[in-house]
T-cell receptor, first 114, second 113 residues
Framework: EAGVTQSPTHLIKTRGQQVTLRCSPI?????VYWYQQALGLGLQFLLW???????NRGNFPPRFSGLQFPNYSSELNVNALELEDSALYLC?????????????FGPGTRLLVL | GNSVTQMEGPVTLSEEAFLTINCTYT??????LFWYVQYPGEGLQLLLK?????DKGSNKGFEATYRKETTSFHLEKGSVQVSDSAVYFC????????????FGGGTRLMVKP
C-alpha cells in the first residue's frame, strides 16, 4: 500500500513569490494535516483538513492557506514568501479524525526561499 | 496550552547500550501519546503510541509507558544498534486541541559501533 506522497520534493523560490505544495494521503484516509519543520523551531502544526473542510489552524498568518479536494488530496499555498518560510513542509494523513488515530507522514517538501 | 518537553541531545551511546529518552507533557484534555522517529533526509515514522493511562506502546525493541501521574512517556530500549541513530520526537494529540500533534523539540541519538 502506498504511503503519503508529496510533491515536489525540493523547491527554490524568491521572496514575494507564491508556492503550492501537494499531498496525496494514504488510500482510505480522509484527514490531512500540514506541519512546518523549520531549522531551530521544531515541528509546528499548520492546518488540518477532514472531509474537505478546514477543521483546525495553527498559529500562522493568513498567507498560509490550503484546501482538500474530493479525492482527499490536499494543497498548501503560501503567498508572499518570506525568508523565514524556508523549511521542510510535512503532510500527514489519518484514517479517522479521533485524537487516538495515528498520523502517517510523507517525506516532505523542502522549500528554500532566497 | 499543550506542551511536550523532551531531553535535549545529542545522546551518544555505544552499540548495545541501554537507551532512555525522557518525555514529559502538559495537556488540557485526555491526550494520546506518540513517539516518532526521523532518519536523516526522511519524513517522520511512527515508532509507537499509547492512547490511555498505563498503556505501554512497543515496537522494534523500543517501549514507552503512558504515566498519567507523572505526565511522562519516556522512551526506552535495552540494546541500541547503529541503525537506531536518528532524531526521536515525542508528541501528543489532544481532543481539546483539534487533533493537532504537539511535538517536543526532538532528541538526536547517535550510536557508535
Amino acid at each position: 500500500e502506498a504511503g503519503v506522497t508529496q510533491s515536489p520534493t525540493h523547491l527554490i523560490k524568491t521572496r514575494g513569490q507564491q508556492v503550492t505544495l501537494r499531498c496525496s494521503p494514504i488510500s482510505g484516509h480522509t484527514s490531512v494535516y500540514w506541519y512546518q519543520q523549520a531549522l531551530g523551531l521544531g515541528l509546528q502544526f499548520l492546518l488540518w483538513y477532514d472531509e474537505g473542510e478546514e477543521r483546525n489552524r495553527g498559529n500562522f498568518p493568513p498567507r498560509f492557506s490550503g484546501l482538500q479536494f474530493p479525492n482527499y488530496s490536499s494543497e498548501l499555498n503560501v503567498n508572499a514568501l518570506e525568508l523565514e518560510d524556508s523549511a521542510l513542509y510535512l503532510c500527514a494523513s489519518s484514517l479517522g479524525s479521533g485524537t487516538e488515530e495515528t498520523q502517517y507522514f510523507g517525506p516532505g517538501t523542502r522549500l528554500l526561499v532566497l | 496550552g499543550n506542551s511536550v518537553t523532551q531531553m535535549e541531545g545529542p545522546v551518544t551511546l555505544s552499540e548495545e547500550a541501554f537507551l532512555t529518552i525522557n518525555c514529559t507533557y502538559t495537556a488540557t484534555g485526555y491526550p494520546s501519546l506518540f513517539w516518532y522517529v526521523q532518519y536523516p533526509g526522511e519524513g517522520l515514522q511512527l515508532l509507537l503510541k499509547a492512547t490511555k493511562a498505563d498503556d505501554k506502546g512497543s515496537n522494534k525493541g523500543f517501549e514507552a509507558t503512558y504515566r498519567k501521574e507523572t505526565t511522562s512517556f519516556h522512551l526506552e530500549k535495552g540494546s541500541v544498534q547503529v541503525s537506531d541513530s536518528a532524531v526521536y520526537f515525542c508528541a501528543l494529540s489532544d481532543n481539546n486541541a483539534g487533533n493537532m500533534l504537539t511535538f517536543g523539540g526532538g532528541t538526536r541519538l547517535m550510536v557508535k559501533p
